[in-house]
């Protein structure tokens, strides 16, 4: 399995056209695509339908967050739309993540529709624990809250967590190695972490185990995408 195959480019553009001129400079090197806030309120689901038609793999990236009922019928709505992955916040509790994912297995098999994986966000990779503690007032910490979140999201039934590339051992330890990791906060080593707080290399997080590295700005806002994603390659093949 080539690196690309766990690769997940995130879409943070405005709009449609830009989307799919992205998906079309970078070809068969990309496969999986993450929708996330922006470009899913600007131009709705037919995003995911339009990516779907050019072969792509969608990671819907909304972090749903409210009451179990609500969530549960969102996520159904996701399982509608063909995504392959999406996501909701372990802080939501473990109700909320399972009555969503009891929701999609029953749809899904009743409607025969391919059950999409379902990971939760644990702690935001642009949080650090100051922040944590001195304005969510969790006192112990991002590595204790992360691993908390994480076996909180399995003992729901979910297939993993997004979390820092820093905290890939603490959750394979706790929940073990089939518990999926998606790890945004992917910085390679020419790129500055921006507003990310908790970042690894690309090499770093695969290295750690991760399942799928989410990047976006570490490739988009290269002059050259294509050659980003070549010298990324490079990075882990001298590794
Ligand atoms: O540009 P950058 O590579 O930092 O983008 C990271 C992407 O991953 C953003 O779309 C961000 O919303 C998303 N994300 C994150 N931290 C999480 C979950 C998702 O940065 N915990």
């Not at 709705?44 to 792509?56: A, D």
């Not at 969608?58 to 967050?65: E, G, R, T």
């Not at 909320?96 to 994912?101: A, G, L, Y």
Request: with cysteine; aromatic share 4%; proline share 4%.
């Amino acid at each position: 399995m080539s690196w690309k195959d766990k690769l997940i480019i995130a879409l943070d553009v405005s709009n449609a056209d830009k989307a799919l001129g992205i998906v079309d400079m970078l070809g068969d090197d990309v496969s999986t695509y993450k929708v996330g806030f922006e470009l899913f309120v600007s131009s709705g689901p037919s995003i995911v339908e339009r990516l779907h038609e050019k072969g792509k793999r969608v990671f819907l990236d909304l972090k749903f967050h409210d009451i179990p009922n609500t969530v549960s019928k969102a996520a159904v709505a996701a399982a509608r739309l063909g995504v392959f992955m999406f996501n909701l916040h372990a802080s939501g509790g473990c109700e909320m993540m399972k009555r969503c994912k009891d929701r999609v297995d029953e749809v899904c098999l009743k409607e025969k529709l391919r059950r999409p994986k379902i990971i939760s966000v644990t702690v935001l990779t642009s949080l650090d624990s100051d922040s944590l503690k001195n304005e969510l007032c969790v006192q112990h910490g991002v590595k204790a809250q992360v691993k908390h979140l994480s076996t909180l999201a399995q003992k729901a039934g979910l297939d993993g967590v997004v979390a820092s590339p820093q905290e890939i051992a603490i959750i394979k330890n706790a929940c073990g190695k089939d518990f999926l990791v998606v790890t945004p906060g992917i910085r390679p080593s020419w790129v500055p972490p921006d507003d990310q707080h908790r970042t690894a290399t690309p090499q770093a997080a695969l290295r750690e185990g991760a399942d799928f590295i989410v990047m976006g700005r570490g490739v988009l806002q290269h002059e050259d995408p294509v050659r980003a994603l070549e010298l990324i390659s490079l990075e882990i093949l001298t590794a």
